[in-house]
């Protein structure tokens, strides 16, 4: 497992406030999908983020777990645009020779690079059917502008029918094909969050970000929604999970970090990372009297709630 980060080529640096040991820096050759170093993200006097750094192998599904208040909503949201961070970078790569710095753009220019994201609060249009809520995430993507949307040209009416099926696609993908046109608001919380991916899914994504979809949702559909991550993971695009479960945890990553107090404290595969006793002592420091204690556990609810329901961004 390794607690370092590079710092360019044959480098290599401690991470600030990690656990200690020197190791070599990791492959400076490796094809990534997100090279973001560095990260340090300060609100008032609290620091969300404190010098992070990630390392995301393309088609990887790599994880990222920690205490709730970690910084892992805070990560997805300077991947993402929606906060700037104070220091560091972040490389977007949607392919291999292509690389874009991602800190001070938009949400939109970054979804529109190839960056998706759900929320850990779902968010979905609830008065707009399913179909509707997908199609908002395909169109991103069209081409055509205002006035073509004005004048009803021939380019319009065809890329509109191609987004409605490119839509019902992504339902059927999602398992949701039957709910075409019921509102979102209608349908049961764990299908919320696959409609939610699908939506996420319809921008082209290179690279989804999913926060704590497992959320709320009951064994079943968990295991549903690991069939799904690998799929969609099958089909080339690299997937980012933030998940308190650490059985879904096992068995869809391949490799996990793990945050708390704003940094990295490991990374490694799920293995080895639930026997990390930095990792232990982290989730030992934070849970309650009732949650799950048994740091040796295989598998299982680290944080022992299964999601949050904390004030999330
Ligand atoms: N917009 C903001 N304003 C002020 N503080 C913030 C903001 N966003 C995040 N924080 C703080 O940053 C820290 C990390 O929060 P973040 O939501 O990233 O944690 P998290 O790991 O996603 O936690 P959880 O598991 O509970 O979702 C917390 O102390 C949080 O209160
Ligand atoms: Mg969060």
Redo the contacts with the bound molecule.
């Keep these: 497992m390794s607690k370092h980060r590079a710092a360019g080529p044959g480098r290599a640096v401690l991470v600030p406030g990690g656990p200690g040991g020197e190791s070599p820096a990791g492959d400076p050759g490796a094809d990534l999908v997100v090279d973001a170093r560095d990260l340090t993200l300060r609100?008032g006097g609290?620091t969300?983020l404190d010098g992070v750094t990630l390392r995301h192998h393309r088609g990887e599904i790599l994880a990222v777990i920690?205490?709730?208040?970690?910084?892992?909503?805070?990560?997805f949201n300077c991947l993402t645009g929606a906060y700037k961070p104070q220091q560091g970078s972040v490389a977007f790569s949607p392919e291999p020779g292509r690389s874009h710095s991602i800190v001070g753009k938009t949400p939109h220019s970054i979804t529109k690079l190839g960056v998706a994201r759900t929320f850990?609060n779902i968010r979905l249009f609830p008065a707009l059917s399913a179909l509707e809520n997908v199609q908002i995430g395909v169109e991103m993507r069209q081409r055509y502008g205002s006035i073509g949307a004005i004048l009803g040209t021939p380019r319009m009416r065809r890329e509109e029918r191609s987004g409605v099926e490119k839509s019902i696609e992504l339902l059927e993908l999602v398992g949701l094909r039957h709910r075409v046109h019921e509102l979102s608001a209608s349908l049961p919380y764990g299908e919320q969050r696959r409609l939610e991916i699908a939506r996420a899914l319809g921008t082209g994504p290179k690279l989804l970000l999913l926060d704590?979809p497992a959320a709320g949702t009951n064994p079943s559909e968990k295991l549903e929604l690991a069939e799904l991550i690998r799929t969609i993971a099958g089909t080339g695009v690299s997937v980012l999970l933030?998940e308190?479960d650490m059985r879904l945890v096992m068995s869809v990553a391949a490799n996990v970090t793990v945050?708390n107090f704003?940094r990295v404290i490991a990374h490694g595969t799920p293995a080895e990372v639930q026997r990390d006793p930095a990792v232990v002592e982290a989730y030992l420091g934070t849970q309650d009297d009732d949650s799950v204690g048994e740091s040796d556990a295989p598998a299982g609810d680290l944080v022992g709630n299964g999601g949050?329901g904390?004030d999330?961004?």
């Design positions: 609100f609290v969300s920690g205490p709730n208040g970690a910084g892992k909503t805070s990560l850990q704590e933030i308190h945050l704003g949050t904390r999330q961004h």
